[in-house]
Structures are given as C-alpha cells and as structure tokens.
C-alpha cells in the first residue's frame, strides 16, 4: 500500500501508477444484497436459473455495484495521512466494458491523475481507475474517480 504523510505530499506522485489493490469476490450474495438496497431485481442478476440461459452465462454483478466497489478497492492501495475527512466529489468518464460475473475477483488498478489545492484546507485529487476482471483483457468499469481530502487540524496545545 502506498502511503502519503500527507496532502501536501500528493503532488509528487502525479502521474504516477499507485498500483492495484488485492483481489475481491463478487458473489452472489454482494450482487443479492445490492438488488435489495436499490430495488433493481432484474433477472440477469438476481435469477440464476434463467440467467444460465441468458446473454452472459449466468448472474452478473450490477453496473453500479461495481462502480461501488471502487471506494473500498481503492482504500487498499493507497491512503492519506494527516487527514480528517475524504469526501466523494464524483466520477468523470465512467465506462462500463465488461460485465462481472457471479464469483469472478476483481481489482482495482490507480493512477493520481490530478491534484488540486481547494479553500478550507481541501485538496481535490482524480484517481484514473480501472476495476480489473480476473482472467479478463478488458475491464469491467473505468473512471476518473475525484475527492476532496481535508487536512486535519493539528490538535490545540496544552
């Protein structure tokens, strides 16, 4: 895992590839329980029977539920320190490739694209991603992934 000391430190390794994270299952029961927090039941997700003679095999993770994942993938390559709160600020140029089937690993590969030094202490950083399908040339999902890092306070003297 990469480790900055702190925002101040980001600059230095823009354009830099900050490598990829472990590899994460997407089973069935992740892709089960994403259908119920958002209420898309379709059957090549959530219908292994009918899916088998569907377009892709078998049940596949849902776009979104891979978009996601970037969040935690990308918590395990690099982190922060010196940081009191990341705020999610978006995602430009998502691209959905490749469908992730029940059971395949993926993993999330990041490249520090763009930092920016904003007001209040926030520094906006773009994370050019791409989650990587195990045994697959294409990945299932691009996207440049920003945030907004605030550097922490340091604490009041005694």
């Known amino acids: 895992m990469r480790v900055f000391t ?32 958002t209420g898309d039941h379709q059957w090549i997700h ?11 095999g078998g049940t596949i993770a849902h776009g979104f539920l891979t978009v996601a994942l970037l969040p935690l993938l990308l918590g395990r390559i690099a982190r922060v320190d010196g940081v009191d709160v990341t705020i999610n600020a978006g995602l ?7 469908p992730v089937p029940s059971g395949a690993r993926v993993r999330a590969r ?19 991603t791409s989650l990587e399908i ?4 294409r990945p299932a999902v691009t996207a440049d992934v920003l945030a907004l890092l605030r550097a922490a306070k340091p604490a009041p003297a005694h």
């Open 134 to 137: 195990e045994g697959r040339s």
């Open 46 to 56: 959530v219908d292994a029977e009918r899916a088998r003679t569907g377009p892709f």
């Open 6 to 37: 702190s925002p101040d430190e980001l600059p230095l390794a823009l354009g830099e590839d900050l490598g990829v994270s472990p590899w994460h299952v997407v089973d069935q029961r992740q892709i089960d329980g994403f259908a119920a927090a």
């Open 110 to 128: 990041a490249e520090l694209s763009a930092v920016r030094h904003r007001g209040g202490g926030f520094t906006e950083i773009v994370l050019s």
């Open 92 to 98: 430009d140029r998502l691209r959905f490739h490749s």
